[in-house]
């Protein structure tokens, strides 16, 4: 059987050798970064120059960068201790965003998939209490990239602080905190080529949010618990390296635009999600039409390619992607819909592999309905 091809770099990329190494040689040091002794003084070092790559990658102070254990809980973080009277969230937000405030107000978004300015400026002029919104950068199903700067424009207007969930987009497209005008960020070492566990919440607003975890005083008081060096020091290898490879990132959209027009020449009636808003290079939610997404990724596995049904953090499960129920697709067609996500590893002939299974698929699918 020819080798995997793995097309689910949204969901987890692959580590990178180095950041593997990075961790390796920190879990052979061992120590606690919190002791005085040399050895403790050099895992506190990993930590520091993690710490700095980290900021580095998306244009931050490295003050501000809190060392957390994943996107999830730094936007956990963000929501649950902003002390904000009321919460924000757009309709497209990442589970960890959505299920941090029961409580928040949902903002719509367009059929193309990006969050309304307009209906966030008319949620101000309806309560004028202190507010946090909270809105991704790039969406992890669609790809869709976010008004962000406008809608921190919006919001510091009205005296509301903005949190932005950019764990999809840094290392795939330049981020900088600054021109953006969050107050706080949060990110993801797994999606970056890094270990799995680790993230960071970017605090350009040291007010921002206030402790989540409890105890002892590590990350300047930010987040209690010893520091997981090894994956620390993984992540800021990655962040060093996607730093670097912007540029080789980008060149993804040309595969993945070939992909699409090679799926629409074989049918049709195939269609790309937020295909005419701006998204990230190596994102496609693919809707093959009469053939449920479960079905799409089986059969693919089977044939030696992995896709998926849309976000990754469900307990496995695939269900109707509530993004798409927000941008207004119908039910049975977003149960139609397959998530493809390019990497550092993706080559030509992997796409055209998986351009091949996908048409065997969809005539099979075909011949059935006909």
Request: net charge negative; aromatic share 4%.
């Amino acid at each position: 059987m020819s080798a995997r091809v793995y097309l689910d770099y949204n969901a987890s990329a692959p580590v990178w050798p180095e950041a593997a190494s990075a961790v390796d040689e920190a879990l052979r040091a061992g120590a606690n970064a919190s002791s005085i002794h040399a050895p403790g003084r050099a895992a506190r070092t990993r930590i520091e120059d993690a710490r700095e790559a980290v900021a580095r990658l998306v244009g931050a102070d490295p003050a501000g960068i809190v060392l957390t254990g994943g996107g999830t809980e730094a936007n956990n973080q963000a929501v649950r201790c902003s002390g904000a009277e009321r919460v924000l969230v757009s309709a497209i937000e990442h589970e960890s965003v959505l299920a941090a405030d029961e409580a928040a107000e949902i903002l719509p978004v367009t059929p193309g998939g990006t969050v309304d300015p307009a209906a966030l400026a008319h949620a101000f002029s309806a309560d004028a209490r202190p507010a946090l919104v909270a809105v991704m950068l790039a969406n992890n199903e669609t790809g869709v990239i976010q008004p962000v700067a406008e809608i921190a424009e919006i919001a510091h207007r009205h005296g509301a602080r903005v949190h932005c969930d950019a764990v999809q987009a840094a290392g795939k497209i330049p981020v900088d905190t600054a021109s953006l005008g969050a107050d706080s960020y949060a990110l993801s070492a797994h999606k970056t080529g890094g270990p799995q566990g680790v993230g960071a919440l970017v605090l350009r607003d040291p007010d921002a949010a206030g402790r989540l975890i409890h105890g002892g005083g590590q990350e300047r008081g930010r987040r209690a618990g010893t520091e997981n060096v090894a994956g620390i020091a993984g992540f800021g290898r990655a962040a060093e390296i996607v730093g670097e490879r912007l540029e080789d990132f980008a060149g993804l959209a040309a595969l993945r635009d070939r992909m699409e027009e090679e799926i629409r020449a074989v049918d049709p009636e195939a269609w790309i999600v937020g295909a005419d808003a701006p998204r990230l290079p190596n994102t496609s939610m693919v809707v093959m039409p009469g053939c449920e997404s479960a079905a799409q990724v089986i059969a693919l596995d089977l044939d030696g390619i992995a896709v998926s049904a849309g976000s990754a953090c469900s307990s496995g499960q695939v269900r109707i992607p509530y993004v798409l129920d927000a941008m207004g697709v119908d039910d049975a067609e977003a149960r139609c819909a397959l998530r493809v996500s390019l990497g550092w590893r993706t080559t030509s002939h992997e796409i055209d592999r998986f351009v091949v299974s996908w048409a065997n698929l969809r005539r099979r699918t075909a011949r059935r309905v006909a």
